[in-house]
């Protein structure tokens, strides 16, 4: 460390800043200041606690409005809701699926679990979301037959759906896009989940901008799509009858994980201008800064502000940054590593540009709760600015 009391080192090394008796600021935790009280009490007095009951449907008509989408489908998280998106787009066995390198581990393991093998593709440095002309030479090198192309809104950043489903209807391959984070954002004036081809997935579990406790859902304009998802996530039964005609799943949300949703969603436009206003505070504090830079944001996208990441200049940075955060009790972690990296996955194929890689050991995340207060945010850049 410099002697130097000017240099970057000694500044960050200054002792922690926590105000005597300030709480410690959480990274991301459920705002349940709505109706979520009052609709659960709902369940328990209407005996409506499983996975059947008024809740649920009411549920799937709001996210399926927000999302700008004909259908909703609740399920029972987001990882299943992506995986019978696959499925039912046609997905099987033996095929590779488009994924993007960077991403949360749930991606690729949908697709495993249908028996399909991720195909990863770098992001682009502008939108750290799937490269559409990374995806196209991976499209021609692959040497199984594709199923799909998964391009996920990774923290509320939409990708570039327009290029990528040119590509996708060139091949005739169907996009089931990962929006596990991104409800409420926006891909060039259109709400994620609007022009599904053919289906749209959502999560909702508890550190979502909009949680349903745990849950998931998949959003279609496609009526039997809809109906077929609905089918398999209920072990393939029609109606009453014990009668099974395929093999299916239970992947149903409750009606309680659906009440709190739903009450949630009610505040989704509040909740998401609380998001978005803490990300641009924390875009212009990092303006300029040569250690830190804040994600970027595309000129086609209206992120939803989930998750407030910054791309550290190397890992040591990254590790202070944590600590400093951590000693003004402050909640920062580090955030996705490159998928291809994951023993699970080292030889799943790629088709990579080195942009993921550069994300090794050096993304942050910083708090972004909707309900953190102007004065605990002003405690987190007052750390950022400590490595401007
Ligand atoms: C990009 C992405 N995909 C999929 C998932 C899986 O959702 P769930 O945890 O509801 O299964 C998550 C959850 O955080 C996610 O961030």
């Given at each position: 460390m410099s002697a130097d009391p000017q240099s970057a080192a000694a500044r960050e090394a200054?002792?922690?800043?926590?105000?005597?008796g300030a709480a410690r600021i959480p990274l991301s935790v459920p705002?349940?200041?709505?109706?979520e009280k009052a609709y659960l009490a709902a369940c328990v007095d209407d005996n409506?606690?499983?996975?059947?009951?008024?809740?649920i449907a009411e549920f799937e008509r709001a996210i399926a409005r927000a999302a700008g989408a004909a259908h909703g489908v609740a399920l029972v998280n987001g990882t299943c809701a992506l995986e019978l998106a696959l499925r039912v787009a046609g997905v099987g066995p033996g095929m590779a699926v488009i994924v993007p390198?960077?991403?949360?581990v749930a991606t690729a393991n949908a697709v495993r679990h249908i028996g399909a093998e991720p195909h990863f593709v770098d992001v682009t440095a502008e939108s750290w979301t799937l490269d559409p002309a990374l995806a196209t030479e991976a499209l021609a090198a692959s040497d199984r037959p594709v199923g799909a192309i998964v391009p996920v809104h990774a923290l509320g950043h939409p990708a570039d759906l327009d290029p990528i489903r040119a590509l996708a209807d060139a091949h005739g391959l169907p996009v089931v896009e990962d929006a596990a984070g991104a409800i409420g954002a926006r891909y060039k004036g259109r709400?994620?989940?609007?022009?599904a081809a053919p289906a749209v997935m959502f999560s909702f579990n508890?550190?979502?901008?909009?949680?349903?406790?745990a849950g998931g859902a998949l959003v279609t304009d496609d009526a039997a799509f809809a109906e077929r998802a609905r089918l398999l996530s209920a072990?393939?039964?029609?109606?009453?009858?014990?009668?099974?005609e395929e093999l299916a799943f239970n992947y149903r949300m409750s009606n309680v994980n659906a009440a709190i949703g739903l009450a949630q969603a009610e505040r989704l436009d509040e909740m998401t201008a609380a998001r978005r206003a803490t990300a641009a505070a924390y875009r212009g504090a990092l303006d300029g800064s040569r250690r830190l830079a804040f994600m970027p944001r595309a000129d086609w996208a209206e992120p939803n502000g989930w998750m407030s990441v910054v791309h550290c200049a190397d890992a040591e940075t990254a590790a202070a940054l944590i600590e400093a955060m951590d000693a003004a009790g402050i909640d920062a972690r580090p955030f996705w590593e490159p998928l291809s990296e994951q023993p699970a996955y080292r030889d799943s194929p790629r088709t990579l540009a080195g942009v993921a890689a550069r994300f090794s050991g050096r993304t942050v995340a910083l708090p972004c709760s909707s309900s953190l207060a102007a004065a605990d945010r002003a405690r987190v850049i007052a750390v950022l600015e400590r490595f401007r």
């Open positions: 200054r002792p922690a800043a926590a105000p005597a705002d349940l200041r709505g109706r409506w606690i499983s996975s059947a009951g008024p809740r390198d960077w991403t949360f709400p994620v989940g609007a022009g508890g550190n979502k901008l909009l949680t349903a406790g072990q393939a039964r029609r109606g009453d009858a014990y009668r099974h």
